[in-house]
């Protein structure tokens, strides 16, 4: 469905998107990670057709996004990081304003509208205009102009971007129900979020590719994966655990309880509850870590650069 190759940007000397490569199929719901100023709405906005690559190619169903990105954007529904909204036109005009745009009119245009605004739970506010609307509603009309002409790809700039815990959730659930028939791209600096609803994440960093895998498969990165806390009373248990032969670093914390990393990502549990038997240890409490992607994320995007800052 979206194919680019070796992309490119740049803004005067400032090379903002370098060299980036991928692949999407349909039932995808990707996630674009990366810090501020990676070169997530750059990319987009060159898969939207909106940005000419100064290097690279994007193929979305097989048709050049630079060479004729009218074609491309048939099959496109985009939300940019800001949507601009006509303040003073109600909900259900400014779709019908957007479907006439897109070439709908009559019976097609108003069932198109209906549609929108029937994924989108817009029917509470569909005559009231855009100036008096809650963020959530507006990021919903946002999201619903992307499905005017039912296209097979969203490309969603940060969709759920400053709402609250319960839209954040009404439009995840949204998302996830759009994706089925689809392809879904979105950029967001939200981690729970690509757990919740991407099947695929893509980290960037100063505009390069440093991960792309499955969200489960990336955890198993953080040094905290398979990482083992435990409560325990008996005599020598940190130096014991030690001496185990799959288990790294064993950190004792000030509330008394005792952390064991593995050295290779393997399970150690199952070693742990093993010693504690041997050694007749009375455990209280023990916890297997299933890594956090907030802790590859900075594994990853932690430049040497932002470390010395962070020194400083
Ligand atoms: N039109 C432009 N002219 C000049 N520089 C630009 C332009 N658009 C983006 N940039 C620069 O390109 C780099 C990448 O920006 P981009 O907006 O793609 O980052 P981002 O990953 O979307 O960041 P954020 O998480 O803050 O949204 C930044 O250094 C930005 O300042
Ligand atoms: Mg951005």
């Known amino acids: 469905m979206i194919k680019a190759k070796d992309l490119v940007k740049d803004f ?18 990707l996630g674009f990670l990366g810090p501020n100023g990676a070169g997530k709405t750059t990319t987009i906005r060159m898969v939207a057709g909106f940005l000419p690559p100064t290097e690279g190619s994007i193929l979305v169903k097989g048709i050049d996004v630079a060479r004729d990105p009218v074609a491309a954007q048939k099959s496109i529904g985009y939300m ?24 709908f009119r009559g019976t097609e245009r108003n069932n198109r509208v209906d549609y929108a605004i029937e994924r989108c739970f817009l029917q509470p506010v569909r005559n009231q205009t855009v100036d008096t ?6 990021q919903r009309t946002c999201l619903a102009q992307t499905l005017l002409h039912d296209p097979d790809i969203l490309l969603l700039d940060e969709p759920t971007e400053g709402l609250d815990p319960n839209q954040k959730q009404v439009v995840r659930e949204m998302i996830k129900e759009m994706a089925a028939e689809r392809v ?23 505009g390069k590719v440093v991960a792309d895998d499955t969200p489960a498969a990336l955890k198993e990165r953080s040094s905290k994966y398979n990482a083992v806390t435990l409560s325990a009373e008996g005599k020598e248990i940190v ?53 956090r992607l907030d802790d590859v994320f900075r594994q990853i995007t932690t430049t040497e650069d932002t470390k010395k800052k962070e020194v400083a």
């Open 80 to 103: 940019p990081e800001t949507t601009p909204l006509y303040e003073d036109m109600t909900v259900s005009g400014f779709l019908r304003f957007l479907a006439e745009v897109r070439g």
């Open 133 to 138: 609307l809650s963020k959530g509603y507006r």
């Open 184 to 206: 879904v791209m979105l950029s967001t600096h939200v981690l729970e979020e690509v757990e919740a609803i991407c099947t695929r994440a893509i980290i960037i960093s100063a």
């Open 12 to 29: 005067g000397l400032r090379r903002a998107v370098n060299g980036v490569s991928f692949e999407v199929e349909k039932g995808t719901v």
């Open 239 to 291: 130096p014991t655990l030690e001496k185990l032969p799959n288990i790294g670093k064993v950190q004792s914390l000030e509330n008394g309880k005792i952390v064991a990393f593995p050295k290779t990502g393997k399970s150690i549990a199952a070693d742990i509850l093993g010693a504690a038997q041997r050694h007749k240890w009375k455990v209280s409490d023990i916890k297997v870590d299933e890594g």
